[in-house]
C-alpha cells in the first residue's frame, strides 16, 4: 500500500534555530498537508498545499509542494518552546482518503 | 477550538466492559473518520462515514463498532477490548469535494482509551 516516509523521526534543537523535515512517496499526488499534534492533543492543521511547486507560508513555518509531486518539506523558522509537538505529513489518494507519514517528533531546548 | 469535540476525553474499561465514543462536529461537513494512534505508530484510518454511510472499513477487528446517525455524530462503540487496544482514538471531519483531492480533515482532540 502506499507509505509515506518521513524524516527525521525525531529532532532535538536550542532555541532560536530552523528546523528542517520532508516527506517522500513513491506515488505522485495532488495534494500535501501538514499537521501539527501537541502533546495529549489532537492533530492541527498547519499548511495545505494543492498545487506542484507551490510554497506556502503560515507564520515562521513555510512549506513546499515538491516539482515532482512526489515529496513536501515544512520548514520552521526561529524556534520557539511552543513548537514542541508532531508534525505530520498527510496526501490523499485517489478515494479522498488521507494517509499520514510516521511524524517528526521536535523538541526545543529554551 | 477545531470544530469537532469528542467525548470522553479519557476512559478506562474493563475487557468485558462495553462503552462508546463520541465525537461531534460543528464545521457543517460530509465525511468523518474514526483514527486510531498508538504509540510509535502512523496514525491509522479506522472508519469513514460520507454523507453517512460507510465508505472503508480497513479490516478493523469486530469489537470496534461504528455509528454514524447523522452528519454531524458518529460513535465508536466498544465490546470486549483488549489490552492491546489502548490507545489515542481521533475523530476527524472534512468536506469531500468528488472529483477533487482538495480534502482537508479537521481533528478533534483526541479520547484517551485504557484497557485493563
Known amino acids: 500500500g502506499q507509505q509515506l516516509n518521513q524524516s527525521p523521526q525525531s529532532m532535538f534543537i536550542q532555541e532560536g534555530e530552523d528546523v528542517s523535515m520532508n516527506c517522500t512517496s513513491s506515488s505522485i499526488f495532488n495534494t500535501w498537508l501538514w499537521y501539527k499534534q501537541d502533546p495529549g492533543e489532537g492533530p492541527v492543521l498547519l499548511i495545505a498545499l494543492y498545487k506542484a511547486g507551490e510554497l506556502t507560508s503560515n507564520g515562521r513555518l513555510t512549506a513546499q509542494f515538491g516539482i515532482t509531486r512526489k515529496d513536501s518539506f515544512l520548514n520552521i523558522s526561529a524556534s520557539i518552546p511552543s513548537d514542541v509537538g508532531i508534525y505530520f505529513c498527510a496526501n490523499a489518494n485517489a478515494g479522498n482518503m488521507l494517509t499520514f507519514g510516521g511524524g517528526t517528533r521536535l523538541m526545543v531546548k529554551p | 477550538e477545531t470544530g469537532v469535540t469528542q467525548t470522553p476525553r479519557h476512559l478506562v474499561m474493563g475487557m468485558t466492559n462495553k462503552k462508546s465514543l463520541k465525537c461531534e462536529q460543528h464545521?457543517?461537513?460530509?465525511?468523518m473518520y474514526w483514527y486510531k494512534q498508538s504509540a510509535k505508530k502512523p496514525l491509522e484510518l479506522m472508519f469513514v462515514y460520507s454523507l453517512e454511510e460507510r465508505v472503508e472499513n480497513n479490516s478493523v477487528p469486530s469489537r470496534f463498532s461504528p455509528e454514524c446517525p447523522n452528519s454531524s455524530h458518529l460513535f465508536l462503540h466498544l465490546h470486549t477490548l483488549q489490552p492491546e487496544d489502548s490507545a489515542l482514538y481521533l475523530c476527524a471531519s472534512s468536506q469531500v469535494t468528488w472529483g477533487t483531492e482538495e480534502n482537508t480533515i479537521y481533528f478533534g482532540e483526541g479520547s484517551w482509551l485504557t484497557v485493563v
Open positions: 464545521l457543517g461537513h460530509n465525511a
